[in-house]
């Protein structure tokens, strides 16, 4: 019998539904057979007694039996895996309380090679919602577990006006997850406040005797259940429910997490109409569901974002489960149980492969066109409107000093670069005037055959382009910097040793007159000058010669697992993968020692690992992380460096052990430093006057290590696009925004209104921890403290928010549905900073505060008279609802708050700016008087804060400590700068 179901325990409505299935086989697993009923003879009870027998025999069983009592969803695991083991095809998951209303012949369709099914093609969210396409009226309708999120955002609620209705593969199904009847699977929340509940779904067709299902687009989450699921053949594997979560969200969880695992194997979820009736209604789920709500934007957040470059399908879904439980969202049991259940299904001789040879559903067609060009961005917008996928790639940098490139030359450079625009497997290049004349075959069109495997390559004889064999690498940059470096942020110091130089044993036996010696830096024999390796990477250093100092001893731990020739190699290039993380960097210095000993065995041992250097180093540096605490980043990559091969699970033990014994014995490890980005979002046209204020006065006053400058430009402008080359040319962060997509239907935003509403999604633009934010015609007037201009004080590490009464933008308050009496933006006070998260909060709130509507809408209609500030709206949110993280200081409140730009500033501040931070221009008579309120000074008031200057003498001598730790080159460039403003030399960019 190939065709099962699965429930736990006994139910009145369970024998119904094994009697509509009389050719299947009902596993109920129970602790004991009920007494006094009788059954159908296609029901097994999988008892207490077999399961433990089982137990003896099987590491899978054993396991869960030990998790039983505490997790009791780990049941009706028990129950898959027999049915499994028995040969299923597929299986009907239901709970006891759900009773069949149709006959097996509707499931028998699923076997069929194709299935009647609809789809939607033009879906743009990564989550679906199939209800509405079950109610005759598509009201405002979700599942159990859809994300809170896309409920308030109603553009993720719209039903797509296009679909396609077709016969498809059913091998490319996976699920197929029926909506019950009456007691609808929707979230507690739907229920207590949707009238007409309990409802019924109708079907998509109108024959009743067709049962269309509707298959989620591609790469699309949509949770489904264990009440009324059919897994078929090929989905087998993802029924595992996670057993660590509440049972009321396992089947939730467990939709997500496997339909990500889908995604890599070519498979989807199909929904069809009602095949069951709910019996039983739960009234604790509430409660239960609140469990899991708090966590799943973020669940499916990382799931979007997750990738695997693992081949072995086995050991992509243990990578999964232990990303999830790094990340908090399993515990480690669960990782157990997926590994013990994969372990069974290989030996029971059931896995399915990666498809790693996925027509366009395989082959994604993608045109690339130039970024600068007016008439490539029209072509582009059309080509995706046909579906296509459309990429736009910028000017060769070097095009602004060697000449432009046109053309057919900008194709054959762009071939080279072709990495950067696919994160595919395997691309194909092809011209643009050529033609395909017949079917490609997703495989026999590319590879040699079923039994090599490898690339087709087909040349002839000769080469007709004779500059091919002209290369050149090795080109060592001429622009240095030298100056005095803060030594905290030096993790190595690697000195070069004399004669026997530490380089590979190929180079010793090509190149002639090895041995060599290094020479110093420095023409003076005095002075030990370093050579810092450039942030962020990476160069190999030894055990040989190497000088730990303290803030790097953590990174000591050599890697047992590989050859000891190339195991400090190894450990060099992942230690700085991490020092990355936390602002260190590597020294090099000459030689402080000789090598007096030849290795004449080394040639053989570094071919054990050279092998794998580039994939490692490739590896390192696209690997992140997100993870705050600095002891779990590092076993977070070296569990990762064991999934992926380059280390065994030995070091993956040793490096836990290692870090634990650090932390016993008080060694202090670095912290992760936050991430600070100030943004301005502006267009070509207001160039002139951020030459006049914002660009020559971030020059002055901004430590660009610590704080990130973004330029956030109109990305439909040719002129901001040639404006936002120009500002990386610069050394400048820029991002191109597009027009909201609501301006297609509502009419366009222009000028500041399309700022202030970008000012509602910073948080799209920067995953910094906190974001400031500042009008394009602002000033910085001194040096910006990363910590004082920005938090109230040491002891209270909240953001300063500085407001006074009253508010003079009227629609602030139709915004956020409530009479505001504070005024953040008259003060002037810039830049405004907020946490990365109070702009996800404050649009959810404003959301449910217009009952519903998604921010865009609410915004459309509170900015129609253009009485509002964006600033207000988000300060006044996160002065009464995120209270824990700002503090409100009033502009008449004798303590003040210090302030370091204004968007109506004097020049005079810059001056006394220039003056108290580098001492630059400080013979100008009139600042003595001016200083008094520098600092502390509101526009629109005439207040100064009591002690103005104690306070200004205070915040002067933090900047001055802060300064002696930056390096010297950087406070030379800032006083330079000062400078060349105060002679009234301004340099004016991008003209």
């Known amino acids: 019998m190939h065709n099962w179901a699965v429930v736990v325990n006994f139910s009145t409505s369970v024998l119904e539904t094994a009697k509509r299935l009389s050719k299947w086989c009902i596993v109920i697993v129970v602790e004991n057979r009920p007494n006094n009923i009788k059954v159908t003879e296609n029901i097994f009870f999988l008892n207490a007694t077999i399961q433990n027998e089982l137990a003896k025999i099987s590491p899978f069983y054993k396991a869960s039996l030990l998790y039983a009592k505490q997790h009791h969803i780990v049941h009706k695991n028990l129950g898959y895996l027999w049915t499994i083991l028995h040969g299923a095809i597929m299986i009907w998951d239901f709970d006891n309380d759900n009773e069949l209303i149709v006959n097996e012949s509707t499931f028998s369709t699923s076997l069929n090679e194709t299935m009647e ?48 209705r077709g016969l498809w593969p059913t091998k490319n199904i996976g699920i197929i997850h029926s909506l019950s009847e009456c007691q609808v699977d929707v979230d507690s929340v739907y229920k207590s406040v949707v009238p007409g509940f309990p409802l019924r779904f109708q079907k998509i067709s109108n024959d009743r005797n067709k049962d269309v299902k509707l298959i989620a687009p591609r790469r699309t989450f949509s949770p489904y259940n264990k009440q009324s699921t059919l897994h078929l053949r090929p989905s087998l594997w993802a029924l595992l429910l996670p057993v660590t979560v509440s049972q009321q969200v396992s089947d939730i969880y467990r939709s997500y997490v496997m339909q990500r695992l889908m995604w890599d194997v070519g498979l989807q979820t199909a929904f069809a109409g009602s095949y069951s009736i709910k019996k039983h209604v739960d009234h604790n789920e509430h409660q239960l569901e609140k469990e899991f709500s708090w966590k799943i934007d973020k ?218 010696r290094f020479q110093k830096i420095s023409n003076d024999r005095n002075k030990d000058v370093k050579l810092i390796a450039p942030r962020r990477t990476f160069s190999p250093y030894s055990k040989q010669s190497t000088l730990h100092l303290r803030p790097s001893l953590w990174a000591l731990l050599l890697p047992v697992t590989i050859s000891q020739q190339v195991s400090d190699i190894c450990r060099s290039y992942v230690m700085q993968r991490l020092m990355w993380d936390v602002g260190l960097q590597t020294a090099f210095a000459g030689s402080y020692s000789i090598k007096k000993h030849v290795d004449h065995n080394e040639h053989e041992l570094e071919k054990e690992f050279c092998w794998k250097i580039d994939k490692l180093v490739e590896y390192l540096t696209q690997w992140s992380s997100a993870e705050t605490s600095f002891i779990k980043r590092v076993k977070q990559l070296f569990i990762s460096l064991y999934e992926y091969g380059y280390i065994e699970l030995i070091d993956v033990h040793l490096i836990q052990l290692w870090l634990e014994e650090l932390h016993l014995i008080g060694y202090t490890f670095p912290e992760i430093p936050l991430k600070y980005t100030l943004i301005v979002r502006t267009f070509a046209g207001h160039l002139d006057r951020m030459n006049t204020w914002y660009i ?296």
């Open 117 to 164: 099914a609809l789809t939607v093609p033009n879906h743009n969210s990564t989550l679906f919602n199939p209800y509405p396409f079950f109610v005759s009226n598509p009201k405002k309708l979700w599942p159990r577990g859809y994300p809170s999120q896309s409920i308030s955002d109603s553009s993720k609620q719209i039903i797509s006006t296009q679909t396609l």
């Open 299 to 516: 669940v499916i957040e990382y799931l979007t974002q997750w990738s695997s470059a693992e081949t072995s399908f086995i050991k992509r879904v243990q990578q999964l489960f232990i990303d999830l439980y790094e990340h908090g969202y399993i515990e480690l049991i669960d990782v157990h149980l997926i590994q013990l259940w994969l372990e069974e299904l290989h030996l029971i001789g059931y896995i399915p492969t990666v498809n790693m040879f996925v027509d366009r559903n395989t082959i994604d067609v993608l045109f690339v066109l130039d970024d600068e060009s007016r008439e490539d961005h029209i072509l582009g917008d059309c080509l995706k409107e046909h579906n296509y996928s459309v990429k736009y790639e910028a000017s060769p940098a070097f095009t602004k000093t060697k000449g432009n490139l046109y053309g057919y030359d900008r194709q054959q450079w762009s071939t080279f670069y072709m990495d950067y625009l696919s994160n595919s497997d395997y691309i194909g290049v092809i011209d643009s005037d050529a033609m395909l004349f017949t079917f490609m075959h997703p495989f026999y069109s590319i590879f040699a055959s079923d039994d090599d495997k490898r690339i087709m390559l087909k040349p002839m004889t000769g080469d007709h382009y004779h500059e091919d064999r002209d290369s050149s690498k090795l080109i060592i940059s001429t622009q240095t910097l030298r100056g005095l470096w803060p030594t905290k942020n030096i993790g190595i110091i690697h000195s070069l040793s004399e004669c026997q130089v530490d380089v590979d044993s190929v180079y010793k036996s090509g190149v002639p007159g090895f041995p060599l």
């Open 696 to 991: 020559p006065t971030v020059n002055m006053f901004v430590d660009r290590n610590i704080i990130d400058i973004l330029f956030v430009l109109d990305d439909e402008s040719r002129e901001d696009h040639i404006l936002g080359d120009c500002l990386k040319e610069h050394n400048y962060s820029v991002k191109y925004e597009a027009s909201p997509a609501f301006t297609k239907t509502k009419g366009n935003l222009y000028g500041y209104d399309r700022q202030q509403w970008s000012t509602f999604y910073m948080d799209y633009l920067s995953n910094s921890d906190y974001i400031g934010v500042i009008d394009s015609d602002a000033m910085l007037f001194t040096f910006m403290h990363p910590f004082y201009s920005i938090f109230a004080s040491n002891d209270d590490k909240r953001i300063m928010l500085k407001p006074m009464a009253g508010d003079h933008y009227h629609e602030d308050r139709l915004a956020l549905q409530f009479n505001n009496t504070l005024d953040f933006m008259y003060t002037n006070l810039m830049p405004m900073w907020y946490r990365w998260e109070t702009f996800q909060n404050l649009r959810n709130y404003i959301s449910l505060a217009w009952n519903g509507s998604s921010f865009d809408d609410a915004f459309i209609e509170f900015s129609k008279n253009q009485r509002y500030s964006q600033f207000n709206i988000l300060s006044t949110y996160a002065s009464l609802f995120e209270s824990n993280y700002y503090r409100i200081i009033m502009n008449n409140d004798t303590r003040g708050a210090v302030s370091v730009g204004n968007n109506r500033g004097r020049e005079a501040d810059i001056r006394i700016g220039c003056c108290r931070s580098f001492h630059i221009g400080c013979n100008d008579t009139s600042l003595p008087e001016l200083n008094k309120d520098h600092l502390l000074r509101y526009d629109n008031t005439e207040f100064a804060a009591i002690n103005a200057t104690e306070k200004n003498d205070a915040y002067y001598a933090s900047v001055h400590e802060y300064l002696k730790q930056m390096p010297s080159y950087m406070v030379l460039n800032m006083k330079k700068s000062c400078e060349l403003y105060l002679s009234r030399r301004r340099n004016r960019i991008c003209l």
